[in-house]
């Protein structure tokens, strides 16, 4: 078994993350991938918020071998600190993939896509938002989650993905087309910063 300690900081202003996850798997069996669609756990952790289908995947898929989330949202500015523990002989040179989502977003979701256990020190990452692509950014609250809406009604679908892209890329934050202020709740990438480092002895 090998443990690798996890460091998440939310480096936005006022975009809470929705629990973040981090998920070993081999590089062959990707969590998500930039510019293809999004598979359907993606699709529920960026549009809800919700990582229980990435923990299925995380533990009953080919090519995944372990994860680790934490137990509540990360505020703006907090740092969740975690551990992942994994059996890298179900995985062949196993790498990591991170995700959380913007909860005052329709889609948004901060996302690392297979990046390599180091051994010897620290891996430290600033990844973007990307958009899931799943749903249309209409910057609703009909259909936003986060705490930005805090009188609206349980959202409903958006649509079944009508008007949205298609496909996972780098997120154009928020225009201020529907109920958000763009002055409080839009960003400019990076949005975390994410530190992986072995725990000495495993």
Known sequence: METYKVRVTNLTFKQDFSPPIIVAHEKGSPLFSKGRKARGAIKRMAEEGVNRFIEIIATREDGFCGFAAAEGPLLPGKTWNGE??????????????????????????????????????????????????????????????????????KPRENLGGRGSEGFIHVHRGINGVGDLSQADYDWKNPVAEVVVSKVEGE
């Open 84 to 153: 992942i523990t994994f059996d890298a002989n179900k995985c062949k040179r196993p790498v990591y993939s991170v995700v959380a989502k913007l909860t005052n977003t329709n889609d948004a979701f901060m996302g690392i896509d297979g990046s390599k256990f180091l051994d010897k020190r620290p891996s430290k990452l600033f990844p973007p938002a990307f958009d899931a692509g799943t749903e249309k950014n209409n910057e609703k609250c009909t259909c936003i989650r986060g705490r930005a809406c805090p009188a609206s009604p």
